[in-house]
């Protein structure tokens, strides 16, 4: 996997993890996996009724993608089954500066 996914993976983890409080990570949790030159966050809820088994639910969040001629990060959100690009996000050269899109999340496309 290229250096830059991995270094970007374990920022991209952090981010999740700080995001939730503990206390309600009996009930969600978001994860992130890296596959080429994507990384994808997931957010994992608990089943809220026992009638509809014990399975965790997941949701896609966003998929940061790096492109490697140009050394720079762009950012997708799912929107109606398929992944889409953000609208007015730039490509960035450090992936936390993707962190401050999702957290502001204008269009409620990310938490929504």
Same mark, same amino acid.
């Given at each position: ?25 009996? &009930?969600?949790?978001?994860?992130? $996996? ?20 014990? &399975?965790? $639910? $997941? ?19 799912? $929107? ?33």
């Amino acid at each position: 996997m290229n250096p830059a996914v991995v270094q970007a993976l374990d920022d991209v983890r952090r981010y999740c993890d700080a995001r939730l409080p503990r206390e309600l990570r009996d &009930e969600v949790v978001l994860e992130a $996996s890296a596959r080429g030159t994507t990384i994808e966050i997931i957010e994992r809820r608990a089943p809220w009724s026992p009638a509809y088994g014990r &399975e965790w $639910s $997941s949701t896609p969040v966003a998929r940061l993608h790096f492109d490697r001629a140009r050394g720079c990060w762009t950012l997708k959100a799912h $929107s109606g089954g398929r992944w889409v690009p953000h609208p007015d996000t730039p490509t960035v050269r450090d992936v936390a500066a993707l962190f401050r899109v999702l957290d502001d999340d204008p269009y409620a496309l990310f938490w929504g």
